[in-house]
Nanobody
């Protein structure tokens, strides 16, 4: 079965950087679009960004452009989320998700476009 395991979260101060990883198994990783979402306590799940199956195309939430970056290493079955200049508002559980296969990113911000989700990794930014 498909498993997605996030790692790399932690407690950091405002302005710091973190790189999250999402290791995938049970699927032909290089064929699938991948997405990152986040969820803060009491808030709805929020789209962070997505990357297409071959890494050529990335899409981000407008509010995060320029600070966050997504990449993937298909040889390692891993997708990454680089987060820079972190703010207290970035505090949330960050989740990766498996999207569509061998296709363009279509409405990547929509959660129901994703079939499998990881358990998430907590990122806490203190001021």
């Amino acid at each position: 079965q498909v498993q997605l395991v996030e790692s790399g979260g932690g407690l950091v101060q405002t302005g710091a950087s973190l790189r999250l990883s999402c290791a995938a198994s049970g699927l032909t990783f290089s064929s699938y679009n991948m997405g990152w979402f986040r969820q803060a306590p009491g808030k709805e799940r929020e789209f962070v960004g997505a990357i297409n199956w071959n890494g050529a195309v990335t899409v981000y939430a407008d509010s995060l452009k320029g600070r966050f970056g997504i990449s993937r290493d298909n040889a390692k079955n891993t997708v990454y989320l680089q987060m820079n200049s972190l703010k207290s508002d970035d505090t949330a559980v960050y989740l990766c998700a498996q999207g569509a296969r061998n296709t363009a990113l279509v409405r990547p911000a929509t959660p129901f476009k994703y079939d499998y989700w990881g358990q998430g990794t907590q990122v806490t930014v203190s001021s």
